[in-house]
């Protein structure tokens, strides 16, 4: 089992759509997690942090489940300016920064 | 502003050439990472350092080497010995924190003629 695993996709959701991708983990020792945007051809860039007790960004929402091992991203009233994919990004404690990166989930939002 | 700069951009490398790709940061981070990431692909570790002097191997570290004699540099050798370098790599730093993110350079895409 992959340390860190996200579905591909691509999701192809309409404007105003509401999508949400999951992301799991196999390390219940991960401590801090993350959900990075990576537009084609660009460098990944942090989205937000996930919190256990979860969060909010405007339209954007992300929730931990440390009982399932697993993170959400939910985005709602989904905009063109959203497809990109989108990169779940884990990291163990106990001394451990370096992170696990999924392969990404592909998010395509069309007129 | 505080950031992280790659060079160049785009890179052509010849048979049994060795390359150098620059990653520079300005944003007093301790580590720095470098990342290889393919077509349709995750991003895959190729080395990382924790402090200036001292760096370590990641995943995919073969026909790759480094040095770390700055804390504000981190350049990645391609040697002649890495068979398949097309690809995108990418360049990061962050603190020791584990609560910590990352922050990514704009890359460097490295093409083989």
């Known amino acids: 089992r992959k340390e860190v695993e996200q579905d591909p996709g691509p999701f192809n959701v309409p404007e105003g759509a509401t999508v949400a991708f999951n992301c799991t983990y196999s390390?219940?020792?991960?401590?801090?997690f993350f959900w990075y945007r990576q537009d084609c051809r660009k460098e990944p860039k942090l989205l937000m942090s996930?919190?256990?007790s979860g969060n909010e960004d405007g339209r954007f929402t992300a929730q931990l489940n440390r009982a399932s091992q697993y993170i959400s991203l939910l985005i709602r009233d989904s905009k063109l300016s959203d497809s990109a994919t989108y990169l779940c990004v884990v990291k163990k404690g106990g001394g451990s920064y370096i992170p696990t990166f999924g392969r990404g989930t592909s998010l395509i939002v069309h007129p | 502003d505080g950031g992280i700069t790659q060079s160049p951009k785009y890179l052509f490398r010849k048979e049994g050439q060795n390359v150098t790709l620059s990653c520079e940061q300005n944003l007093n981070h301790d580590a720095m990472y470098w990342y290889r990431q393919d077509p349709g692909q995750g991003l895959r570790l190729i080395y990382y350092s924790q402090i200036v002097n001292d760096f370590q191997k990641g995943d995919i570290a073969e026909g790759y080497s480094v040095s770390r004699e700055k804390k504000e540099s981190f350049p990645l050798t391609v040697t002649s010995a890495q068979k398949n370098p097309t690809a995108f790599y990418l360049c990061?730093?962050?603190?020791?924190?584990?609560?910590?993110?990352?922050?990514f350079g704009p890359g460097t895409r490295l093409l083989v003629l």
């Open positions: 996930v919190y256990s």
């Open positions: 990061a730093s962050s603190t020791r924190e584990y609560q910590e993110t990352q922050y």
């Open positions: 390390n219940s020792a991960s401590q801090s």
